[in-house]
């Protein structure tokens, strides 16, 4: 495989609306993905796994209960690459598909 070459996260992070810069000093993007419940939380996590397999490349993620966060780099580049990218849009394309919960928008919870 062609070694991935990095990619300035802010070009990435401007494809991927709900993905952000990781905290601290890593060169990562996270997204946290919300369920109904473990089992579509769990259902989800399976065929990301099954996917990131498929792709050799797989996310660093836990899991509790109905949520799941994710995080997302190129361990060999040292940072953010094409591979993350897809990787993502498939995450967010699969969330959507097992049923995933948009999370609170603070500012619709403000005033009450
Ligand atoms: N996953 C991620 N996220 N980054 C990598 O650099 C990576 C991987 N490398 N999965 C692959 C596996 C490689 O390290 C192993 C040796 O196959």
Known sequence: MNRPKKLPLAEVLDQLPVWSAAPGQRDAIVRRVVFGDFSRAFGFMSRVAMQAEKRDHHPEWSNVYNKVDILLTTHDAGGVTELDLELAKFIDVTALQCG??????????RGR
């Open 100 to 109: 995933a919960v948009d999370p609170p928008r603070p500012n619709l919870l």
